[in-house]
């Protein structure tokens, strides 16, 4: 079982990403879906979720400028992040809970992708 995100990079305070999470080695249509991510120092954090029945969750501080969604049939999830801010600088994690019920706890997530990059410059 692998997750591998992608599409991470350098972008000015108000541009966009688009990060990508494929899935393999089990079907993950049943599964809840997410995206966390970790600081330099800071503990790993919540960030989006979308459960099995295609519900969202997102963390305040992301509210209004990201959103979540996932193809079941290519076995991927995406995460677009638009007017980006220099806070939101940090290595960006997706992440499977089997239980498919979508939690914000990253304890309650089974498999976890390696992580990509993401710099926004003042």
């Known amino acids: 079982v692998q997750l591998q995100a992608y599409g991470g990079g350098l972008v000015q305070a108000g541009g966009s990403l688009r990060l990508s999470c494929a899935a393999s080695?089990?079907?993950?249509?049943?599964?809840?879906m997410g995206w966390f991510r970790q600081a330099p120092g800071k503990e790993r954090e919540f960030v989006a979720t979308m459960n099995y029945g295609g519900g969202t969750s997102y963390a305040d501080s992301v509210t209004g400028r990201f959103t979540i969604s996932r193809d079941n049939a290519k076995n991927a999830v995406y995460l677009q992040m638009n007017s980006l801010k220099p806070e939101d600088t940090a290595v960006y994690y997706c992440a499977a809970d089997r239980y498919g019920l979508g939690s914000r706890r990253r304890y309650e997530y089974d498999y976890w992708g390696q992580g990509t990059q993401v710099t926004v410059s003042s």
């Open positions: 080695g089990r079907t993950f249509s049943s599964d809840a």
